[in-house]
């Protein structure tokens, strides 16, 4: 019995000893004394049970969940069990108190509490030593840095920018690194916000004091040489308007010179409103002065049906109603009022006769000039007087434009202006604007395209007359701002409707272009996108107005878009009815697009996939007469230039498909239109009975060695560019 008890006891300490703490012993077994030493067994045991058990507990809610007011629980314990859990519990809160009062003191950093520290006593009095001791010392050093800093910041802010001391600088003991940087950059700026500020304040009270001569000097970017350069441009414009009023006052109060006035350029705002006002009166003065002058004058002369009319006020108008009733006071009332009366119905009987015989009395007399002048041209002149003719002529021309631009313009105005109604020839109506305007492009050596889409149908109804005064204004525009490069022109289908199309016409140009902020300013009546243009290029400002207005009266829309220096384009869209009614959805009929009657030629059978080689160095140009041709049912080829050119032609005769037209552009570099035409007779198996057209510019169609010089090198026919199917087809049959 004994041996079994000390057996059983021996088996639960060893159970202890190994951390096994769930062994109990059956203290039923037993008796007496060995009874009790196994309950007592029993209660160390559980004992030891129920602290592993808080041990483990108290470290996951603390260590994994992160309650950090945790602590160990044994009911009852005594003696060293007590001492035990309560050294446990000290050594959880020792452990825990840092990281406490470190978010303690972050929650205040981030709440903008400075004054947060971590205490380095722990609860019951203990001093913190070791690395929580360094970490305390750390983190309380780190908010005292950013509290001297945020102080300093703070005060140098408020000196500068609120109570307006310059030159304070914060003073920041023991930083380094990023702080110390951002401290010497606060330093920086305070610094040369001190001497900028300074500088302008010089300049400024220089300004109060009457010197002008000061200027801000500093080397600054941003913002701060915006500054910088509006004040000095302030102290110019300063200076320069002090210097103009002071002339102004000399000279129209001292030296009695009138009419004069102040010139500040590049003012704005209140110094142009000063300058304006100054200058308003100046002139004022100037003509109140003058009107009494001349008046008295009269007057002197007994002269008694003048008086002054200019506005005045003050001691000036006191002196002017003396004045007239001075004068009133000397005329007989009734023969003035009467004469007054007779006047005005004369000046009234006079307007409205002036404006409905000014269409005939004005244009009437303009084309005699320009018809007698055309007839003299014709006559034998010398070198010098055919040039005076040129020049009476263009002037006559231009002075002609002029007058009917601003007798449609008024038209238009009082709505007086009506579009005809009438069957006409788009394309015929197209290319006669064009031959017009050939001379001028030419003369400038710049390529004149014209590009009509195939769908666009050839009769219309409508206006032809006013849009072909669209189209030349246009045009003609792009011809005067270009000066290297091409205008061309190009006409597509818009909208197509049973009885009525819309067709888009655009004229884009390689000219000077115009900014975009002056894209609207040049629609406006007598307006262009600046002075100097109309006086280099001349111009009344009216054509594009008028076109915009004749656009509106044609129930399209007028547009732009621009580039300085690249070239503009010009839009617009243009509403006709058609000749014959076309169902929805169906393609136009041949009878839309055929040759008016009678005046142009219908396309020859034997020009219906006719072998053609176009040659043209402007791409624009080539793509131009590969529409054309192609529209005429025509086998299209293109070449860039004279060389590749012959190397088609040999290309062509070697594969026995020799081309029977070869058109020729007369001017392009290396090998030009007859250079190729001449090489071209050298090697008569390359044309192979082929007609050769060369298409040459206006001023060379005309010119009789020219003509001479096409039919030796067997040249067919030469046409004017753009070149038009009609010309051509014209061209191909004459034999």
């Not at 019995?1 to 096994?20: A, E, K, N, P, Y």
């Not at 050839?458 to 189209?471: I, S």
């Not at 054509?543 to 129930?555: E, F, I, Y």
Request: hydrophobic content about 40%; some cysteine.
């Amino acid at each position: 019995m004994v041996g079994d008890f000390h057996h059983t006891i021996l088996q639960g300490l060893r159970s202890i000893r190994d951390g096994d703490f769930s062994m109990r012993v059956n203290i039923m077994d037993f008796m007496g004394i060995e009874k009790e030493i196994a309950q007592t067994f029993n209660e160390v045991s559980s004992m030891h049970q129920l602290l592993a058990f808080e041990i483990e507990r108290v470290g996951v809610v603390v260590g994994q969940e992160g309650t950090l007011d945790e602590r160990l629980s044994i009911p009852n314990a005594l003696g060293s069990w007590s001492e035990c859990v309560e050294n446990l519990n000290n050594f959880i809160s020792n452990i825990v108190r840092p990281t406490t009062e470190v978010v303690r003191v972050i929650e205040g950093l981030a709440e903008g509490d400075l004054s947060q520290k971590i205490h380095l006593e722990s609860h019951h009095g203990a001093t913190l030593h070791g690395e929580f001791f360094r970490t305390a010392e750390v983190v309380n050093n780190f908010v005292d840095q950013l509290n001297t800093l945020a102080s300093e910041v703070t005060r140098v802010a408020s000196e500068i920018g609120s109570e307006g001391k310059f030159g304070g600088q914060m003073d920041v003991k023991g930083v380094r690194g990023t702080w110390k940087r951002m401290t010497d950059n606060v330093n920086a700026m305070s610094t040369h916000l001190t001497h900028k500020f300074r500088t302008i304040a010089e300049v400024t009270t220089a300004v109060v004091n009457g010197d002008l001569s000061e200027k801000v000097t500093l080397n600054v970017k941003g913002e701060t040489l915006e500054l910088k350069n509006t004040i000095n441009a302030m102290m110019d414009q300063l200076k320069s308007f002090g210097s103009e009023v002071t002339r102004l006052s000399h000279e129209m109060g001292i030296e009695g010179k009138l009419g004069r006035q102040i010139e500040v350029k590049g003012v704005s705002g209140t110094w142009k409103d000063v300058t304006d006002n100054v200058n308003k009166m100046a002139a004022n003065l100037t003509g109140q002065l003058r009107a009494i002058t001349e008046v008295a004058t009269a007057v002197s002369k007994g002269d008694f049906t003048r008086s002054i009319v200019v506005e005045a006020s003050s001691e000036v108008g006191t002196l002017r109603n003396t004045i007239n009733k001075m004068i009133t006071n000397l005329k007989e009332s009734a023969q003035s009022m009467t004469v007054a009366k007779e006047a005005a119905r004369s000046a009234s009987r006079i307007k409205s006769q002036f404006m409905a015989n000014m269409s005939h009395e004005i244009r009437t007399p303009m084309h005699g000039i320009i018809g007698m002048t055309e007839l003299t041209m014709d006559t034998e002149l010398m070198p010098e007087q055919r040039e005076y003719l040129e020049l009476v002529l263009s002037s006559a021309n231009g002075l002609l434009t002029i007058i009917n631009d601003i007798l449609d313009f008024s038209k238009i105005e009082v709505g007086q202006l009506r579009l005809e109604s009438k069957e006409f020839n788009l394309r015929a109506a197209i290319y006669d604007t064009l031959k017009t305007l050939a001379l001028p492009a030419h003369q400038k050596q710049l390529e004149l395209i014209c590009d009509i889409h195939p769908d666009v149908p050839n009769k219309l109804v409508g206006d032809p007359n006013r849009l072909r005064q669209v189209l030349a204004n246009l045009i003609g525009n792009a011809i005067k701002f270009t000066h290297v490069g091409e205008v061309a022109l190009s006409v597509e289908m818009e909208n197509l409707l049973e009885t009525t199309c819309t067709l888009h016409f655009s004229v884009r140009d390689t000219g000077i272009g115009i900014p975009k902020d002056k894209l609207s300013v040049i629609f406006e009546a007598f307006s262009q996108v600046d002075g100097s243009i109309t006086r280099k290029y001349g111009g009344t400002g009216l054509g594009l107005t008028l076109s915009t207005r004749l656009v509106d009266l044609m129930q399209g829309q007028f547009s732009a878009e621009s580039v300085p220096d690249q070239g503009s384009t010009f839009h617009f869209t243009a509403c006709f009815s058609l000749t014959k009614p076309v169902p929805l959805g169906a393609p136009l009929s041949a009878a839309h697009f055929s040759p008016s009657l009678e005046t142009i030629p219908m396309v020859p059978t034997s020009l219906v996939n006719l072998p053609v080689l176009a040659v043209d160095d402007n791409a624009s140009n080539r793509k131009a007469l590969d529409t054309m041709l192609s529209s005429l049912k025509m086998q299209v080829s293109t070449a860039e230039n004279g060389e590749t050119a012959m190397d088609m032609l040999r290309a062509a005769v070697d594969n026995r498909t020799p081309y029977q037209l070869i058109l020729l552009d007369e001017k392009m570099p290396v090998l030009d239109g007859f250079k190729v035409a001449e090489l071209i007779k050298q090697e008569p198996h390359l044309s192979q009975g082929a007609r050769v057209v060369v298409m040459a510019s206006a001023e060379q169609l005309f010119d009789s060695p020219q003509n001479e010089k096409c039919a030796s090198l067997g040249i067919s026919a030469c046409i004017t560019k753009p070149v038009s199917h009609i010309e051509l087809i014209h061209a191909l049959q004459q034999r």
